[in-house]
């Protein structure tokens, strides 16, 4: 307290709490990016999961074959399905033979059962996506061929 009995805040003090204020901040902020990075990365394996389900379920409706193909080439993944062609950036895959290679998915009508490239399976298959930090496994499940997003990291 000084002469005129005002009370206040002295300089270290202030420096103190402005210090901890930045570095609780940069944790945060930093923490935010991330989620916000593994939010879009969850988004596009949706968007993966939703064309192979509509491949699946077009081939039973219309008792026709229909095929969806995945292929790298560097960093970018092409997901091909009738005359729809997307790209996906900064995306690398790995399926259980190999990874950033070409893989297709058939499902045979009429009941849509899965065949992964040549071979038809009734086992569960994965399919490992990575982007940055971030992994998940996209699995079609036996011989129904539901794909799911499992093990999001």
Same mark, same amino acid.
């Given at each position: 307290?000084?002469?005129?009995?005002?009370?206040?805040?002295?300089?270290?003090?202030?420096?103190?709490?402005?210090?901890?204020?930045?570095?609780?901040?940069?944790?945060?902020?930093?923490?935010?990016?991330?989620?916000?990075?593994?939010?879009?990365?969850?988004?596009?394996? $949706? =968007?993966?999961?939703?064309?192979?389900?509509?491949? !699946?379920? @077009?081939?039973?409706?219309?008792?026709?074959? &229909?095929? %969806?193909?995945?292929?790298?080439?560097?960093?970018?993944?092409?997901?091909?399905?009738?005359?729809?062609?997307?790209?996906?950036?900064?995306?690398?895959?790995?399926?259980?033979?190999?990874?950033?290679?070409?893989?297709?998915?058939?499902?045979?009508?009429?009941?849509?059962?899965?065949?992964?490239?040549?071979?038809? $399976? =009734?086992?569960?298959?994965?399919?490992?996506?990575? !982007?940055? @930090?971030?992994?998940?496994?996209?699995?079609? &499940?036996? %011989?129904?061929?539901?794909?799911?997003?499992?093990?999001?990291?």
């Amino acid at each position: 307290m000084n002469k005129q009995g005002l009370l206040g805040f002295t300089l270290i003090e202030i420096l103190v709490a402005i210090t901890l204020l930045g570095i609780l901040l940069s944790l945060g902020i930093s923490n935010y990016i991330r989620e916000a990075q593994k939010r879009q990365f969850y988004q596009e394996l $949706t =968007s993966l999961t939703y064309t192979f389900d509509q491949a !699946r379920s @077009t081939s039973v409706k219309t008792s026709t074959d &229909q095929t %969806v193909q995945i292929s790298s080439s560097g960093n970018v993944v092409t997901l091909t399905y009738g005359t729809t062609t997307r790209r996906f950036t900064n995306l690398a895959f790995c399926v259980p033979s190999a990874c950033g290679t070409t893989a297709q998915v058939t499902y045979k009508s009429p009941h849509g059962e899965m065949c992964w490239s040549s071979a038809c $399976t =009734s086992s569960d298959a994965y399919v490992t996506f990575t !982007r940055n @930090t971030f992994s998940a496994n996209l699995v079609f &499940q036996g %011989v129904f061929g539901y794909a799911a997003i499992r093990d999001l990291k």
